[in-house]
């Protein structure tokens, strides 16, 4: 009798873990991941693209200040700028963030030849977008157009230099991850490298319009 009892109260001790384990299976409840929206390369990305649009904010800021307090703009006895050749030239920029997206839907579906050939088509667009600027920019100088002929000649080649070297460090970017597609590098669950270039690249394209309408149109 003494047994029976004794066993009762092990058997009523013993019972509540193996409902619990009976409510929960044979392992602990499954714990939903908790991911994070964006990943570190995105975000550093993102975080360097608002460094970017506060320094350019404040270049567009200096070039409306002296714009807008001159009575006659352009100066007189300065070169004018070339409008036809680089509206051109715009569209070449612009077209080039097409060939970038498309670069991105190719890099989602596998397609690493596609991948790499639209990648090399946009660094081609980008170069020679550099090429007219560099050949434009030799002829004003040419013309009497320089950083010290004027505050004029001054912020143009500040502000449009500035994004020519953004321009230049897209194209390095541009490159690079052409080279890592060409190795194999990415697939298309995981092609980060190629979706932050295009972040960076479509930043520089979306500045060149705002820039030409107000140094060369305005």
């Known amino acids: 009798m003494v047994k029976s009892s ?25 714990v939903r991941p908790n991911l994070p929206i964006l990943n570190n390369a995105r975000l550093a990305v993102i975080m360097l693209l608002a460094a970017e649009l506060m320094f350019f904010a404040g270049l567009i800021g200096a070039f409306l200040v002296f714009r807008l307090s001159a009575t006659v703009w352009p100066p007189p006895f300065q070169p004018r700028l070339p409008l036809g050749v680089t509206g051109v030239n715009s569209l070449i920029l612009l077209f080039s963030a097409l060939t970038m997206h498309w670069a991105v839907i190719a890099g989602g579906a596998g397609m690493t030849s596609k991948l790499v050939r639209q990648l090399g088509l946009t660094a081609l667009l980008g170069a020679l977008f550099l090429f007219i600027q560099g050949y434009e ?16 000649g001054g912020l143009f080649y500040t502000l449009i230099g500035a994004h020519g070297v953004h321009v ?9 991850v052409c080279w890592q597609a060409k190795r194999g590098r990415f697939t298309k ?14 930043f520089v394209v979306a500045l060149w319009p705002v820039l030409y309408g107000l140094v060369y149109l305005y």
């Open 137 to 152: 920019w030799v002829r004003l100088v040419h013309f009497g157009l320089t950083t010290s002929s004027s505050v004029y």
């Open 6 to 30: 004794t066993a009762r109260k092990l058997n009523e001790i013993e019972s509540p873990p193996r409902l619990k384990r009976a409510a929960f299976g044979d392992g602990p409840p499954p």
């Open 168 to 176: 230049f460090g897209g194209l390095i970017w541009l490159l690079t």
């Open 189 to 202: 669950t995981n092609f980060v490298g190629v979706q932050t270039a295009r972040m960076y690249w479509t």
